[in-house]
């Protein structure tokens, strides 16, 4: 008979378990307490009581890529922008637990009040994506740009999926935030602003965007690479472009291809191609609608019953609307399982364990952005929430 055998406290045992932070990467932030049994049947039932007894005092937000196990305690579901209003509209929540990534409770954390304390159940729920940009790396940058003499004339917008010192930089530069339901407005007023975008970390997001919604072409498009000497770029290339694209993606949206689109188009005659404008964009021309994780619930809570879908984004979601909807056919994009890693480190035993010790009165995971960087991330958050019309979610079609 086998007996499990607990793993030695090394760093990287640690650091998996969500107990350590990485200092090399948006993850800062050491995580004390102990772990929570793996599975305990009572879970749901304690949560549950956790969360009367805290009452007002506890709001629980929860992304769409959440597991059905966490999302179903959340008080408010929403795709990144969502919540992110969402977080600043509760000044009276004392505890907002951000059943989410990193990058997200940073936000939380900038946009509510400092008596509020945002918590991130497992410190391990970070977002590769958010990695692909260090805040020397964007610095450096943008001192390339200064001495080709273009830093003037670029205005930096930075993805929500990005960290508070990137968010803090763009602040500083001028710049503003921009979620995936709202990339189209803050490029739109960027480009009132100069003539150039510096547009961090995803690279598909801001080629999308720009091309598929905004008329600029492959071509005003470069791609910045931070691990080649000035980013893989001559000063005619910088000084050409109107995109500086980050080299940054998601490797769950990454995952799709043209391929994956045309096979499904095949094996389900008349079927809709549904993706999140993180995919490629080899990927982006072949579907049918295009819009962030809020635009994709919508528009299948409006499709026709009997509809086919083929929706291109986090497993959890598909799996969810899929449930929701039995009158129509959805399908994942991929055969093969696309989940985000991160998002799935939050789960009922990480929740239950944070509502506990707050019952406690014991504050675990706070997230908590410096003064400084969170003032200059709150002025690039405010740019984008102030953006005209920024509630309706992006759309492009075939
Ligand atoms: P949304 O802005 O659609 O919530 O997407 C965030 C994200 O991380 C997608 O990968
Ligand atoms: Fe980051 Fe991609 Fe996960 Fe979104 S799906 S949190 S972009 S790794």
Not at 196 to 213: I, K, S
Not at 354 to 362: P, T
Request: aromatic residues 6%.
């Amino acid at each position: 008979m086998s007996t499990f055998t607990e793993p030695d406290p090394t760093p990287l045992a640690l650091m998996l378990l969500g107990q350590q932070a990485d200092p090399n990467t948006e993850r800062g932030i050491e995580c004390p307490g102990d772990l929570p049994p793996i599975s305990d049947p009572e879970l749901v039932a304690e949560v549950r009581a956790a969360k009367a007894e805290l009452g007002d005092r506890l709001f629980v937000l929860g992304h769409h890529y959440q597991r059905d196990e966490v999302i179903q305690f959340a008080d408010v579901t929403g795709d990144s922008f969502k919540l992110a209003q969402q977080a600043a509209a509760r000044p009276e929540a004392e505890f907002i637990v951000f059943c989410g990534v990193h990058f997200m409770a940073e936000s939380a954390d900038i946009l509510t009040t400092p008596d509020q304390q945002v918590i991130l159940p497992d410190l391990a729920a970070g977002c590769s994506m958010a990695d692909m940009a260090n805040i020397k790396q964007v610095e450096d940058s943008w001192k390339i740009l200064q001495q080709h003499g273009l830093a003037a004339g670029t205005v930096p917008i930075t993805y929500m999926n990005s960290s508070a010192a990137i968010k803090s930089f763009t602040g500083r530069n001028g710049g503003a935030v921009c979620t995936s339901s709202n990339a189209h407005q803050s490029l739109t007023w960027a480009f009132e602003q100069g003539e150039r975008v510096l547009f961090l970390p995803d690279q598909h997001l801001g080629r999308n965007t720009a091309v598929l919604e905004m008329g600029l072409t492959l071509d005003d498009c470069v791609v910045y690479d931070p691990h080649k000497p000035e980013g893989g770029l001559t000063q005619q290339e910088l000084a050409n472009a109107k995109m500086v694209l980050w080299r940054g993606h998601c490797s769950v949206h990454g995952h799709f291809t043209p391929e994956t689109v045309d096979e499904v188009r095949e094996r389900v005659p008349g079927i809709n191609v549904l993706v999140h404008p993180e995919v490629r964009y080899e990927v982006a021309i072949k579907a049918d609608l295009i819009g962030s994780t809020e635009y994709i619930i919508k528009t299948i809570e409006a499709a026709e019953p009997g509809s086919k879908w083929a929706i291109g984004t986090e497993l959890n979601l598909v799996r969810r609307l899929a449930l929701q909807h039995p009158d129509k056919e959805i399908v994942f994009l991929d055969r093969s399982v696309c989940f985000c890693a991160t998002m799935n480190r939050i789960d009922l035993p990480h929740l239950n364990w944070s509502l506990q010790e707050l019952r406690r009165g014991n504050v675990v995971n706070r997230i908590v952005v410096d003064d400084e960087t969170s003032h200059w991330a709150k002025v690039a958050l405010d740019r984008m929430l102030a953006l005209p019309g920024v509630n309706s979610a992006n759309v492009s079609g075939d």
